[in-house]
């Protein structure tokens, strides 16, 4: 069993502080100019290392060790950083939990920004190599997970590098035997997720407490709840189109046949009650109660297969948002809340004038005899981007919004009318690539 024994208490950051309280927020970003947000926690932590050996029912040992120095070079100040003369290439774009930060790992580093306003928080570039392929955060604190990528990358692939940036260094490490593809990170959880595995540790003392196998899954598809209860994690089953749903606090395992194509994209709700997929065909998003697996809503994107890069929901469910290759994104009305199917009479008169309903084909009335293509639910709301730009899509904090991040360094804050839908209008647009953009 994985311990951190070797260290001296408190020997590890605490990361259940409520970040979404102004009164308790724990540690928070701080400007680079400001020498005084440093933890004595964190000061007197020595590195650290886990090699996991992948084995199926053996857990890692843990090593107190000294960094691989290979990976980790010294890095300019992020002043400095702004006069780079090579070009910037985006390897990642995320979103933190709440949609209110996004991370973008970059050829030489990394940076953070603030999504309202927008404005550049903090930017990490290192002197060599420098390539991060995975930037995770963990809501606002200063506590991240980094992955090494592109052609030259800061660290080993196969390693996630937890960073104190209140240090600027990596606090410790995880290792495994092959290519890491994606983080995800809750207050009390890290998970891991590699080609046909995913390992659960406990984010306390770094101990692993579960493995799951999947299907291959290249993009590193996973999905964690946020909410302060039960853990829900979401991620590809061992059967095409099959998505896997665990419940921790019930200790129940359920899967979904979502799809009888490839699952290519999934989100679930903030409250892990409901589960929206999609599959390589990109025609139909599908949304599911994760507790039963009860299909609630289906929803079309379009009639020609594309490659969705994004589904996300709005903070209250009433929403979902699907970005794809055809340059489009689409705001669908839920007719769902928390899991539960919504019926006319749950409907209070008020709550019909907020929203628009779904739009669906005028000649759903003969649907038995035509294929299902005409009366599917559209989208309410598009905003129209350059065909085979790849972005990621989340709700914004200000009402009826959405934040578009494209992998060309775009930014974009559009608006929606929930009451007659239609084209969104841009409010807002910047290139955070560029160094007019830092601030």
Request: net charge neutral.
């Amino acid at each position: 069993m994985a311990t951190l024994s070797a260290f001296s208490s408190p020997s590890w950051p605490n990361p259940n502080s409520n970040s979404n309280s102004s009164s308790n927020s724990g540690p928070a970003f701080i400007s680079p100019e400001d020498p005084a947000g440093h933890t004595k926690a964190l000061d007197s932590l020595s590195a650290m290392t886990l090699q996991n050996q992948e084995q199926p029912d053996q857990h890692p040992t843990a090593n107190p060790t000294t960094p691989d120095t290979n990976f980790n070079s010294p890095m300019s100040s992020p002043l400095e950083s702004a006069s780079l003369s090579t070009p910037t290439s985006l390897l990642h774009l995320c979103f933190n939990q709440d949609h209110g930060c996004f991370a973008a790992g970059t050829d030489h580093g990394f940076r953070i920004y603030n999504c309202d306003p927008f404005r550049e928080i903090f930017r990490r570039d290192f002197d060599r190599g420098g390539g991060v392929g995975v930037v995770e955060m963990l809501f606002r604190c200063n506590i991240l997970a980094l992955v090494g990528g592109g052609p030259d990358p800061q660290y080993p692939p196969n390693k996630v590098m937890i960073w104190d940036d209140h240090q600027s260094r990596c606090i410790g490490e995880l290792s495994f035997r092959s290519e890491v593809r994606a983080v995800r990170l809750r207050r009390d959880r890290i998970i891991v997720v590699l080609e046909q595995k995913i390992f659960v540790y406990n984010f306390a003392d770094l101990k692993l407490l579960h493995q799951i196998e999947t299907i291959a899954n290249p993009k590193g598809l996973c999905a964690v709840s946020q909410g302060a209860g039960s853990l829900v994690l979401v991620c590809p089953g061992l059967q095409k189109g099959q998505v896997r749903v665990e419940h921790y606090a019930s200790k129940r395992t359920k899967f979904i046949m979502a799809h009888d194509s490839r699952i290519a994209c999934f989100a679930l709700s903030q409250d892990g009650h409901l589960l929206a997929t999609a599959s390589t065909k990109g025609t139909l998003v599908r949304i599911f109660n994760t507790i039963d697996g009860t299909l609630l809503q289906e929803v079309r994107r379009g009639a020609d297969r594309a490659e969705i890069y994004s589904l996300a929901f709005s903070s209250n469910a009433q929403w979902l948002a699907v970005s794809s290759d055809k340059g489009t994104v689409h705001v669908f009305s839920l007719k769902v809340n928390s899991g539960s199917p919504v019926n006319d009479n749950q409907r209070t008169a008020s709550d019909a004038n907020l929203s628009v309903s779904s739009p669906t084909s005028s000649l759903s009335f003969i649907k038995g005899v035509l294929p299902k293509y005409f009366s599917s639910e559209w989208s309410v709301a598009q905003f129209r981007l350059v065909e085979g730009s790849q972005c990621v899509v989340a709700f914004g904090h200000q009402k009826n919004t959405v934040v578009i991040l494209g992998m060309d360094g775009s930014f974009y804050r559009c608006q929606f009318d929930p009451v007659n839908g239609g084209e969104m209008s841009q409010v807002e647009y910047h290139n955070f690539l560029k160094p007019e953009a830092v601030f």
